[in-house]
């Protein structure tokens, strides 16, 4: 345990407290030793009557109290100087912040605004409730968030499929006889858009149980030494195996729809595109013979409960959506959706997904990246051209470019291909505005930067991965440690800086959403409850400015609440009085009532899809890569969390783990061995790495580790640029090279050549 409580006298009041995790999406159950007189934690383990996780926790579970104790995360709000980083009060900072945002604003309009929202915001509920009105009211053309390097193009897919492109389907893991994954690695991740802790005990039994498991991946994964069977693949393949996978499917006449045949298009279309690629003819390309696709699709086809998964190493590749789509495509017509023990959907308690007859359109295209003409998809511009955006320089008046930043929760000069560019961007805005506990490569450059109070100071709910769990689920944390009597949570801060920003006091704007979710769950009610009034919505919530309030009532109207003393069903307090998680039953089938689609029908093929087949087909025809290239893909690691854990000592202790991962046949043709050096060059430019050889790897691939290269001194986290800074694997993925369809950019496959360092 990282806290002993050799320091703590007898006669400390200790108290204990549970809690989730809220450093990943699994979610899982904790108990904390606190004490109370000196205000600090003193152990933390696993919840063994958690129901989701069941006591199990990984390595990184201490990791918010290392980050709370951590000596370099900031507790004030600081502005730059031209004497460094100078503490100041929050009136000061939030004056100086809105202010600043709001000159360039007024004096270059809206878009002159950029911000970039990253990953941790989603561990946060009180943030993602007010997330909306933070960018309808910014409301620029310029937002950049880390899901051009994640999941937009199943969000992409799943819109055309399902018509809501945040209702994504989960493995049902626990029910499956027989679990396919395509890039993705949750025995390390933990899960990821999966919704369970503990991914490796789940495959165990599920082996114990007569299933099967399999994964496809460049790497032999953990995962897959956790399953029966590997099958590598070369890096941007997937969407060759998928229509070929297909073609077996209909070559058999394996197709099968049941619940869903009634609400179905597209077959016959979905069967013409797959009769292009039989297994021979995409057997050089992907490297997966045809005799081990055959076998594959056999027992898939014959496996009821069964389930193609797949995750980010199918969506940031040459054909991210092609790849995402034909997963979903697969999974529906062998019958293999919407069923138990197969790919399934969660059923929130905070309501976001009940039934509408609302049909919305793919947002695409609206507008564009002014420096690459990129569309904006789903409301975000390529994160990959954010560096490109940052140093476009305008018309011949300089308009149109962008003068001001607000980052929150984000480390892009690591996280983002072409980082370097990124920064040299944000030295040169006029004014920016980092919402952010750490000064990292990124929020250095900052001319202010606002920390909020850490999450055990303030409680917390799992909004948004209680939306994609396999088992549905509502937890609720208490705050553990008392709140700095000074300090912010962060939907406090982003709704005084949108105050400030607008000449508006805050407590106007926090009326103005409480007005705008009373009347929306008001609406949604009333078709069941015609008696029901946004005013009656608005007294249950209460006048005390809490993000709480807003949740209370999400959950009141949800699939499992009282309706407001309509129903017998829960409300927040419910929640915490049952121990601060409740859950509602396995996951159960939706279709069609749930499809947010015309008429509720599912159609299989779209243009959107269509449109990126003939580079799909130039690649099969000229060959995906150039001749003599290693094709480089990334790793995550069990002790990191993207860029933000390596200034805690005890992960990153022991031995340098960026390192460059090789087939031992490869090494050789380099001459390079483990422990050596090597220099990988991109297009892009160079870094060096540390070999480390390993037949786990797939001939012609390599791997390094993302959210490495703390190598700026202008950071201020000593540990990370002290021990292993690591280089960035992001300083050599193509900033040009997208997923056409959604603009994701392409972290997997890239072509770089190795020499050995003299
Ligand atoms: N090459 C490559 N690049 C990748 C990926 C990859 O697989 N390969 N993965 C991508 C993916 S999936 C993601 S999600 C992104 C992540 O990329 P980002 O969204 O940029 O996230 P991080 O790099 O983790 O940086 C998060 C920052 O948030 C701050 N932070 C942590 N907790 C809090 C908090 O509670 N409040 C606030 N305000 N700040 C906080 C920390 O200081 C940290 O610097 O990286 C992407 N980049
Ligand atoms: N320990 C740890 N856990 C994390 C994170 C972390 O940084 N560290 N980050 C969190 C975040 S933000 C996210 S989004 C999730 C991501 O969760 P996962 O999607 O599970 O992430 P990865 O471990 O990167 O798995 C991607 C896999 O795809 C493989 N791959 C690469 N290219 C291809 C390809 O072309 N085809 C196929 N079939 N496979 C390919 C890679 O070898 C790798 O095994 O993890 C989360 N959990
Ligand atoms: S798996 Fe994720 S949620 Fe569970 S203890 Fe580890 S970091 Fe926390
Ligand atoms: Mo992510």
Request: proline content about 5%; glycine content about 8%; charged content about 20%.
């Amino acid at each position: 345990m990282p806290n002993t409580n050799a320091n703590t006298s007898n006669s400390n009041h200790i108290d204990t407290v549970k809690r989730s995790c809220p450093t990943c999406e699994a979610s899982c159950g904790l108990v904390l030793e606190v004490d109370r007189d000196e205000n600090r934690v003193l152990s933390i383990k696993g919840n063994p009557d958690d129901p989701r996780s069941k006591g199990y926790v990984c390595a990184k579970s201490q990791a918010f109290n290392y980050v709370y104790e951590d000596p370099d995360r900031l507790r004030a709000p600081v502005k730059k100087t031209k004497d460094g980083w100078q503490e100041i009060s929050w009136e000061e900072a939030l004056s100086l912040a809105g202010k600043g945002l709001r000159g360039i604003r007024e004096q270059y309009g809206k878009d002159s605004l950029a911000i970039y929202y990253g990953e941790p915001n989603g561990h946060n509920a009180g943030t993602n409730l007010y997330t909306q009105m933070l960018m309808e009211t910014i409301n620029t053309e310029r937002f950049f968030a880390p899901a051009n390097l994640d999941q937009l193009p199943q969000e992409v897919a799943l819109h055309l499929l399902i018509g809501d492109g945040w209702h994504y389907p989960v493995p049902d893991i626990d029910r499956t006889d027989l679990f396919i994954c395509m890039g993705g690695n949750p025995v390390v991740s933990q899960g990821s858009l999966m919704g369970a802790p503990d991914v490796k005990s789940r495959l165990k039994s599920l082996n114990k149980n007569g299933g099967y498991s399999v994964v496809i991946d460049p790497r032999r994964t953990e995962t897959a030494q956790a399953c029966d069977q590997h099958l590598f693949i070369t890096p941007g393949t997937d969407a060759y195996f998928l229509l070929a996978f297909l073609h077996e499917v209909f070559a058999q006449g394996w197709q099968k729809l049941g619940h869903l045949s009634e609400h179905i298009d597209g077959l016959d279309d979905l069967r013409e595109l797959a009769a292009n690629y039989s297994p021979e003819l995409v057997a050089d390309i992907t490297g997966i013979s045809p005799e081990d696709l055959r076998g594959l699709v056999k027992r898939y086809c014959s496996t009821e409960k069964a389930l193609i998964y797949s995750r980010i190493g199918l969506c940031t590749q040459k054909f991210g959506t092609l790849a995402s789509w034909l997963v979903y495509v697969v999974n529906i017509v062998t019958g293999h959706f919407d069923r138990e023990g197969c790919m399934m959907f969660s059923r929130p308690a905070s309501g976001q997904f009940e039934p509408t007859d609302e049909v919305t359109p793919l947002l695409r295209g609206r507008f564009h990246a002014r420096s690459t003409g990129f569309p904006e998809v789903r409301g975000l511009l390529p994160a990959s051209h954010l560096g490109k955006e940052l140093a476009y320089q305008g018309d011949e008046e300089g308009n149109d470019r962008i003068r001001g930043m607000l980052t929150l929760a984000g480390n892009p000069v690591i996280s983002v291909p072409n980082g370097k560019l990124i920064r040299e961007g944000l030295q040169n805005v006029d004014f920016y505005v980092a919402i952010d506990i750490y000064i990292n490569e990124t929020t250095s450059q900052a001319d202010v930067i606002l920390p909020p109070i850490h999450q055990l100071e303030h409680t917390n709910y799992d909004l948004l991965w209680s939306t994609f769990s396999s088992t549905n689920f509502a937890a609720f944390s208490p705050q553990v440690l008392k709140p700095d009597p000074n300090g912010l949570q962060q939907w406090e801060i982003m709704l005084q800086l949108l105050g400030e920003m607008l000449g508006t006091p805050w407590q106007v704007l926090d009326d103005f959403m409480a007005d705008g979710m009373a009347s929306q769950v008001a609406a949604g009610l009333q078709k069941n409850y015609p008696d029901i009034s946004t005013e009656e919505i608005k007294t249950a919530m209460g006048e005390e400015r809490r993000y709480e309030r807003y949740l209370d009532i999400m959950l009141r109207a949800g699939p499992y609440g009282d309706k407001f003393g309509r129903e017998t069903g829960i409300d927040l307090q419910q929640i915490i009085d049952a121990g601060g998680i409740m859950t509602f039953g396995p996951l159960k089938p939706q279709m069609p009532e749930f499809l947010r689609t015309e008429n509720k029908r599912i159609r299989l093929v779209h243009d959107c899809f269509l449109e990126d087949i003939p580079r799909l087909n130039q690649g099969l025809a000229e060959g995906l890569y150039a001749k003599g290239k290693f094709l480089l893909i990334g790793r995550r690691q069990i002790r990191d969390m993207n860029s933000w854990l390596h200034n805690i000592h005890a992960y990153i202790k022991g031995k340098n783990r960026c390192t460059l991962l090789m087939h031992p046949e490869d090494a050789q043709q380099v001459g390079v061995s483990c422990g050596k050096q090597v220099t990988i060059k991109s297009r892009m430019g160079e870094v060096v790495a540390e070999v480390t050889v390993s037949d786990e790897m797939m001939r012609g691939v390599v791997s390094l580790p993302h959210g490495w290269g703390h190598i700026y001194s202008d950071s201020q986290q000593a540990l990370a640029t002290g021990r292993y800074p690591g280089s960035s694997c992001n300083d050599l993925v193509d900033d040009d090279q997208l997923d056409i369809p959604s603009g994701t950019s392409i972290v997997n496959g890239v072509e770089v050549e190795l020499s050995a360092l003299a």
